[in-house]
Nanobody, 118 residues
């Protein structure tokens, strides 16, 4: 059974940091591109980060570049999102996504809530 389970969310003060984890099971994690997204009520889902398979190249939108860092540990079947200098507008539900390079697999986690507030 394919599973992506996010963890690490919670309440943090502005300027603080959080590290989200995405634990994968039921598929060949090392063959999948991993991405992070977030969704805020009333807004469209926003792509945040992507990490490739072999070279582990990363890509970010300008909105989070320099503050968010994606990484992966294929030995642990886990992807991470390090978030620094968090702002109230970063409050959202954060999701990880696994996408096979051929497009034959596309899996999502259930999400983890991040709240940035003083």
């Amino acid at each position: 059974q394919v599973q992506l389970v996010e963890s690490g969310g919670g309440l943090v003060q502005p300027g603080g940091s959080l590290r989200l984890s995405c634990a994968a099971s039921g598929f060949s994690f090392s063959n999948f591109v991993m991405s992070w997204y977030r969704r805020t009520p009333g807004k469209e889902r926003e792509w945040l980060a992507r990490i490739s398979i072999l070279t582990e190249d990363t890509d970010y939108p300008d909105s989070v570049k320099g503050r968010f860092t994606i990484s992966r540990d294929n030995a642990k079947n886990t992807a991470y999102l390090q978030m620094n200098n968090l702002k109230p507008e970063d409050t959202a539900v954060y999701y990880c996504r696994a996408t096979h390079s051929t497009g034959t697999g596309d899996f999502w986690g259930q999400g983890t809530q991040v709240t940035v507030s003083s």
